[in-house]
């Protein structure tokens, strides 16, 4: 009681777990799954970092844990849910941060992300993840690849059910093998007709996207460049993609790819191949730097840009506005207000 927490909603492609301390396992699921937890943050969270137990059970006053799992029977019972926290909130509040993970990423591990990176943003929203059939392996690459395939539906369900509860708006973040997924299911829904039919998705946000740069091309072609509200934030020294690429047969992956020829599509690009971080991949900057994050954070509150006043279109600038010395380069920004496609 009275610890600092999250709540996030689950929106998922997995089967439930027969551990129930899991909720939800790595198999796929035919239906889109809803559950709801509580995430609590310890008093010595340090931003861009998730503080796990080394052992079990973890301790809320060192520890990221998860408690008070709800599992919703039916649809209805989410949205009613969602919306209910929604309605409790100022007017500020009553947005939306769905976030869709990568590659080798169990719900647990989704889960904290959420909760870790809403919190640093100072999102003033409520989370939701969606979590696609990872199986949290490292070995298990093609699994979760073809998971991401067959998830593209339940994307789109899930941002239906979404919009059922009436928030103000959608910001998307994608990391990784889920910017695949993602860019897959808006493709489709451009395909249909549907893509953001309401005017609620603010932002969409792709952060190391694992997608093949040929690939990428394609799907955007589906996008009408008045509707890409897409940003892309890539580094050159992202060991992972380096690995990915190599699997690939040496073609570039989106995130370690041109930053000049992903602005010519139509996108914002984020280089943060100069930004200094702990890991020894550099593969997850956008939620581990806390400069970094605060700069989304900022962006999401304002829906702001993320480039300074005197940047020009493709064209880098040196210092994102407001984030001293973080050496940050934007490439193709474009000024876009609230509710824009």
């Given at each position: 009681?009275?610890?600092?927490?999250?709540?996030?909603?689950?929106?998922?492609?997995?089967?439930?777990?027969?551990?129930?301390?899991?909720?939800?396992?790595?198999?796929?699921?035919?239906?889109?799954?809803?559950?709801?937890?509580?995430?609590?943050?310890?008093?010595?969270?340090?931003?861009?970092?998730?503080?796990?137990?080394?052992?079990?059970?973890?301790?809320?006053?060192?520890?990221?844990?998860?408690?008070?799992?709800?599992?919703?029977?039916?649809?209805?019972?989410?949205?009613?849910?969602?919306?209910?926290?929604?309605?409790?909130?100022?007017?500020?509040?009553?947005?939306?941060?769905?976030?869709?993970?990568?590659?080798?990423?169990?719900?647990?591990?989704?889960?904290?992300?959420?909760?870790?990176?809403?919190?640093?943003?100072?999102?003033?929203?409520?989370?939701?993840?969606?979590?696609?059939?990872?199986?949290?392996?490292?070995?298990?690459?093609?699994?979760?690849?073809?998971?991401?395939?067959?998830?593209?539906?339940?994307?789109?369900?899930?941002?239906?059910?979404?919009?059922?509860?009436?928030?103000?708006?959608?910001?998307?973040?994608?990391?990784?093998?889920?910017?695949?997924?993602?860019?897959?299911?808006?493709?489709?829904?451009?395909?249909?007709?549907?893509?953001?039919?309401?005017?609620?998705?603010?932002?969409?946000?792709?952060?190391?996207?694992?997608?093949?740069?040929?690939?990428?091309?394609?799907?955007?072609?589906?996008?009408?460049?008045?509707?890409?509200?897409?940003?892309?934030?890539?580094?050159?020294?992202?060991?992972?993609?380096?690995?990915?690429?190599?699997?690939?047969?040496?073609?570039?992956?989106?995130g370690d790819a041109d930053p000049e020829r992903l602005a010519d599509l139509g996108v914002t690009v984020v280089d943060l191949s100069q930004v200094k971080d702990t890991s020894s991949i550099h593969h997850t900057k956008f939620a581990e730097v806390p400069e970094v994050v605060?700069?989304?954070?900022?962006?999401?509150?304002?829906?702001?840009?993320?480039?300074?006043?005197?940047?020009?279109?493709?064209?880098?600038?040196?210092?994102?506005?407001?984030?001293?010395?973080?050496?940050?380069?934007?490439?193709?920004?474009?000024?876009?207000?609230?509710?824009?496609?």
């Amino acid at each position: 009681q009275g610890l600092v927490g999250e709540e996030v909603y689950v929106l998922t492609a997995r089967e439930l777990s027969d551990d129930p301390a899991l909720l939800f396992s790595g198999d796929r699921s035919a239906t889109l799954n809803m559950a709801k937890v509580r995430v609590t943050i310890p008093p010595n969270h340090e931003a861009g970092k998730i503080e796990r137990a080394r052992t079990l059970p973890p301790d809320p006053r060192t520890d990221f844990t998860i408690i008070d799992p709800v599992v919703f029977p039916n649809q209805q019972g989410f949205v009613a849910g969602l919306r209910g926290d929604l309605r409790q909130r100022p007017r500020s509040g009553r947005d939306v941060l769905v976030f869709v993970h990568g590659f080798n990423t169990t719900l647990t591990d989704a889960v904290l992300r959420t909760a870790q990176f809403a919190h640093d943003t100072g999102f003033e929203g409520i989370p939701v993840v969606f979590s696609w059939a990872s199986r949290g392996k490292t070995f298990d690459y093609v699994y979760d690849l073809n998971s991401a395939l067959a998830a593209r539906d339940q994307l789109i369900d899930a941002s239906q059910v979404l919009l059922e509860a009436s928030p103000a708006g959608l910001d998307l973040v994608a990391h990784s093998m889920g910017n695949f997924l993602t860019m897959e299911a808006l493709r489709q829904a451009a395909l249909l007709g549907k893509l953001n039919a309401h005017r609620k998705i603010r932002n969409v946000i792709l952060a190391s996207p694992d997608i093949d740069i040929d690939v990428f091309e394609a799907q955007l072609k589906s996008i009408p460049r008045s509707r890409r509200n897409v940003y892309v934030f890539i580094s050159a020294n992202d060991k992972a993609l380096g690995i990915s690429r190599f699997i690939a047969g040496g073609v570039s992956r989106v995130g370690d790819a041109d930053p000049e020829r992903l602005a010519d599509l139509g996108v914002t690009v984020v280089d943060l191949s100069q930004v200094k971080d702990t890991s020894s991949i550099h593969h997850t900057k956008f939620a581990e730097v806390p400069e970094v994050v605060q700069l989304i954070g900022s962006h999401l509150e304002d829906d702001g840009n993320f480039e300074t006043s005197s940047s020009r279109p493709n064209r880098p600038a040196q210092v994102v506005q407001g984030i001293a010395n973080v050496p940050i380069a934007v490439f193709g920004g474009r000024t876009r207000s609230a509710g824009t496609p």
